[in-house]
């Protein structure tokens, strides 16, 4: 991690709007769990508040954010070591993305990509939330001074805009005050794409249940979508430089170097020239006995969803204690009578 004159601090969130996806694994939670293991001060949250820029069924919605719990848990997020809470509970990340949509500008809002993906051709009937949303993910990092955010490739845009955010503010009111976050966006699998379709990411909200693995998803259902993935007929290279105009290999191969934890070089070395017919078992026998112990572990957390709930409150109890003083210190520069 590179320095700041700031303490170390990681946060991190994921949205609890459908189902945990071997992306949101892979490109995110995964290395949350090694940040967690370097020693250093790690938060992260299931941010409830963003699911709703998007209709989401308040049953179903509950049901994620616990379900997405036991993903965090069930991964290797220790709520001891580091601190897990839902976004809802810490009225602090609210309470400073309004004081941001106050710093962020309109023209930086209708650059993000993601706004334009998601609103699409029908913005004006978009919410207004999902056109705001970089800024209230700004707060989520900067309400705890944090210093470092491992995210996947897509977030990219988003973090360059909170540290937009953090500058405009410093400037402005001339201090030093929020860090200038580094964005960490490591790995094999920084953008695991859809197992349709290699040109897009591997999403929670593509219709179709085939372009992702669940977390949740058994062996016979892993092992049918890798079989079904779309390939090519060509057989494997033995060099990354191979893969270069092969999107959806590339795809197959980086999920196996994540998944196997090593690089895509040394995956080729060993399954350079062999036919798809051949890697995909291959592929299906690594996910299975990478992902199975998790499912186990998430289905046996939600059969007592009162632990995964004081987990969560407990977490934004030691948050909060984190937040407040952040806020009333935000507030005190921009000048509110306290
Ligand atoms: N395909 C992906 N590859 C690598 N990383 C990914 N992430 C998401 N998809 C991939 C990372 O997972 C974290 C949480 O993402 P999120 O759920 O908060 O938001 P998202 O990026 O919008 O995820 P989805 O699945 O694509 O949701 P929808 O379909 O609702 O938009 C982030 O760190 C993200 O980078």
Not at 115 to 123: E, L, T, V
Not at 231 to 253: F, Q
Not at 314 to 337: C, F, K, N, W
Request: hydrophobic residues 40%; contains cysteine.
């Amino acid at each position: 991690m590179s320095e700041t004159a700031f303490q170390p601090r990681v946060f991190s969130g994921i949205q609890p709007s459908g189902d945990l996806h071997l992306g949101n694994y892979l490109g995110a939670l995964k290395r949350f769990v090694t940040m967690q293991d370097q020693g250093i001060e790690t938060i992260y949250c299931m941010v409830d508040l963003h699911a709703i820029t998007v209709w989401q069924d308040p049953t179903d919605l509950r049901n994620a954010t616990r379900e997405l719990a036991a993903g965090f848990i069930a991964a290797g997020l220790d709520p001891e070591k580091s601190i897990l809470f839902n976004q809802s509970q810490v009225p602090e990340h609210a309470q400073l993305a309004w004081i941001f949509n106050c710093v962020a500008r309109m023209g930086w809002m209708q650059r993000m990509t993601q706004w334009k993906d998601k609103a699409g051709k029908n913005a004006q009937n978009a919410s207004l939330g999902l056109f705001a949303y970089p800024s209230l993910m700004a707060a989520d990092i900067l309400i705890y001074h944090a210093t470092h955010v491992p995210v996947g490739d897509d977030q990219k845009q988003h973090l360059e805009l909170t540290r937009d955010i953090a500058m405009k503010f410093n400037h402005d009111y001339k201090v030093d005050f929020f860090p200038v976050t580094e964005p960490v966006i490591e790995g094999a699998a920084t953008r695991v794409m859809s197992l349709r379709d290699g040109s897009k990411k591997m999403s929670k909200s593509d219709p179709s249940a085939a372009s992702r693995i669940n977390m949740t998803d058994d062996a016979d259902t892993i092992a049918k979508k890798i079989r079904k993935a779309k390939t090519d007929p060509e057989a494997l290279p033995s060099e990354a430089k191979g893969l270069e105009e092969r999107p959806e290999a590339r795809n197959l191969v980086n999920i196996y170097a994540a998944l196997s934890e090593t690089s895509v070089d040394d995956v080729l070395r060993d399954v350079g020239g062999k036919q798809f017919s051949e890697f995909k078992p291959m592929l299906s026998e690594l996910a299975v006995e990478k992902l199975a112990p998790i499912s186990g572990e998430m289905a046996r957390l939600m059969q007592d969803t009162s632990e995964i709930d004081a987990i969560l409150h407990r977490g934004s109890e030691r948050a909060r204690a984190i937040a407040a003083p952040i806020l009333e210190q935000t507030y005190e520069i921009v000048g509110m009578v306290r």
